[in-house]
């Protein structure tokens, strides 16, 4: 005989695929299942990760435990690209929160990724980024990106909630020409975990860019969490 948690997982299966929950919808509380299907809480919570693993469910601490839309695709690993640029195109509304913008030292390993030294000064600029009515608006990408202040002095003084970064970079003749990225899976540390309204343990796609201008100059060094369970990423290759 299966064990309860599996047959309350293909039992809401059956519910997500007749529409009853639909896409993007928000399902009961493990409370509210519990109590309609006679069960205790920690057997609903069994059914209830399971069928996240399976990525039908997507959980946003905060905010309950909703039908899994298509993963959104990224396509940043292909172009060179701000992602205010690539929502655009596909007619999406970001929506970007501040966290901070300030002046600090490179310190050695920024200073590595920018190729100045580590006593020189950057702006660090850290933005939450969200789509209108998708993943009921749950961040996709939590972006932290530094910039030499020599190059960019007036960037702490700019506000980046409306205001694309490559637009402004293009308008001071510092556009990126090239970028180079890595992409790898990552647990993420815990304040980017909270920011993206995820657990620490779930792993999140983790990309580090360097950005040159036309010069061969790196204008940009960022590094941006992608919450796995909400994002894949397209991939271009020309031979």
């Known amino acids: ?8 997982a293909e ?4 519910q997500i695929a007749d529409g009853q929950y639909p896409l993007g919808g928000r399902i009961p509380t493990e409370n509210e299942l519990a109590d309609s299907l006679g069960v205790s809480r920690p057997t609903v919570r ?3 990760d399971l069928l996240a693993r399976e990525g039908r469910l997507v959980r946003v601490k905060g905010s309950g435990t909703f039908v899994a839309q298509p993963k959104l695709v990224h396509e940043s690993t292909s172009f060179v690209t701000g992602y205010r640029e690539e929502s655009r195109k596909k007619k999406r509304i970001l929506r970007t929160r501040v966290v901070c913008i300030q002046t600090e030292k490179a310190g050695e390993r920024i200073g590595d990724a920018l190729k100045i030294g580590a006593g020189d000064l950057v702006t660090r600029l850290v933005r939450i980024r969200h789509l209108e009515n998708l993943y009921s608006n749950a961040p996709v990408v939590y972006t932290t990106l530094y910039v030499p202040l020599k ?12 205001t694309s970064f490559y637009e402004a970079l293009d308008s001071r003749g510092l556009s990126v020409v090239h970028a180079s990225r890595k992409l790898e899976v990552a647990m993420p540390p815990a304040e980017v975990a909270a920011g993206l309204g995820i657990t620490s343990f779930e792993p999140a796609a983790f990309i580090v860019s360097q950005g040159y201008t036309r010069a061969g100059q790196i204008i940009e060094y960022t590094e941006s969490y992608y919450p796995a369970s909400r994002s894949s990423f397209r991939i271009e290759i020309n031979r």
Not at 1 to 8: D, G, K, L, S, T
Request: proline fraction near 7%.
């Open 151 to 162: 190059l960019f002095p007036e960037m702490p003084d700019l506000d980046f909630t409306d």
């Open 1 to 8: 005989m299966q064990a309860r948690y599996i047959q309350i």
């Open 11 to 14: 039992q809401l299966r059956g």
């Open 46 to 48: 069994q059914a209830l």
